[in-house]
């Protein structure tokens, strides 16, 4: 009795340790009820408000929230106020990037006054700076010329930066729809946006840098200053094409990449080869990081409907990333596509363990 006792426990042994037996299905992979119980950080969704409430719904999914303030138009100072008092207040589930104003771009002073505002920006508890893509696409010099991030007017600045180990988020550059006509854009919502900000959409503007210029300067600065902690926002811009991806964080190691808003070239890719989409992802778990890019304000006065948007955001594309259940992707036409089901320890560093570092 005893011995035939041994030999089933023995067979039940094996099958659990089996490829794709019970055991590695149990612990290898998430599932979708998975998505509330792991730890998470979206590192792209920009908090302009003193209303916690939207943290504590994140947190009530286990979301912690950084946000990247933004030389957008709107002020930077209030912009700082209130991340700094959010980080205050919720300093375990909330962290944020500083920014600089470029409006004095050419002032002899503007180098000295900008390290000025990283200094202040890190003292308010930032745990980076943010530069946007007004840097290469909106500003002139007194010749009228674009200001690319590569000006040598601003290697002091990220020298600083450099010297001082301040991580920088940078947002050079937009997504290769960016300088197509609309019918030829992979995705809806590029589309979209672009119809809706024309003052962005370069094919409109072919007298603006090319798409080739934006890499090239981001190119140049991150050779100007080798040992930048750069976080290279929205993929890069080099969302279109994982291989280019692939190529600058071979050539640059500190380099890593948020996908904020652009998983939907993921998927796109994933369509013509899921397995290249999720080997990559897989090697390159380091180096990348969740992101969604979406936003409260002031006028976010509607808490049910804010909070259901950033709850099915996140959910779809958990079951994305973490599953191989099929969804239709409205951006992509309502096609469908098949979720990566990467494993569990990437799911963790791109979802957490690589964020862990601006909470501290």
């Known amino acids: 009795m005893n011995k035939r006792i041994n030999i089933l426990l023995f067979a039940m042994a094996s099958i659990m340790l089996l490829p794709g037996g019970c055991k ?8 979708v009820s998975d998505f509330g119980k792991v730890p998470k950080t979206d590192v792209h969704f920009h908090y302009n408000t003193t209303d916690v409430r939207f943290v504590n719904f994140a947190d009530s999914l286990n979301f912690r929230l950084l946000s990247p303030n933004v030389d957008a138009g709107k002020s930077i100072d209030n912009q700082l106020k209130k991340a700094s008092l959010v980080r205050k207040l919720r300093p375990k589930q909330f962290a944020f990037f500083g920014t600089f104003s470029v409006q004095n771009f050419g002032a002899n ?23 946007w893509k007004n840097i290469g696409m909106a500003i002139k010099d007194g ?5 690319m991030v590569d000006n040598p007017a601003f290697d002091p600045i990220f020298k600083y930066i450099e010297d001082k ?15 197509l006509p ?31 210029d934006q890499i090239n300067a981001m190119i140049n600065l991150l050779n100007k200053h080798p040992k930048l902690d750069y976080l290279a926002a929205h993929l890069a ?14 050539r640059f190691p500190n380099v890593k990449a948020d996908f904020s808003a652009r998983i939907g070239h993921l998927q796109f890719q994933s369509l013509a080869n899921r397995e290249k989409v999720r080997e990559f992802m897989i090697k390159y778990q380091n180096r990348l990081l969740y992101g969604t890019d979406l936003s409260v304000n002031e006028a976010s006065t509607n808490y049910r409907e804010t909070t259901s948007e950033m709850r099915r955001t996140w959910t779809d594309q958990w079951i994305f990333l973490a599953t191989d259940s099929t969804i239709l992707i409205s951006d992509l036409g309502e096609k469908k596509v098949q979720g990566l089901k990467l494993p569990r320890e990437v799911i963790d560093k791109i979802y957490f363990k690589n964020a862990e570092r601006f909470f501290r």
């Open 165 to 179: 180990n301040i991580p920088l988020m940078a947002h050079l550059g937009e997504p290769k729809d960016c300088w």
């Open 109 to 131: 002073d503007f180098a000295d006054k900008t390290i000025a505002r990283i200094d202040e920006c890190m003292k308010a508890g930032a745990s980076g700076i943010k530069i």
């Open 182 to 212: 609309e019918e030829q854009m992979d995705l809806n919502n590029n589309r979209r946006y672009f119809h809706e900000h024309p003052e962005y959409h370069m094919y409109l503007h072919p007298e603006a840098p090319s798409y080739q």
């Open 237 to 250: 811009s080099l969302e279109w094409n994982i291989d280019e991806l692939a190529q600058l964080f071979d």
């Open 143 to 147: 010749k009228g010329h674009f200001v």
């Open 24 to 31: 590695q299905k149990e612990t290898g992979f998430y599932s």
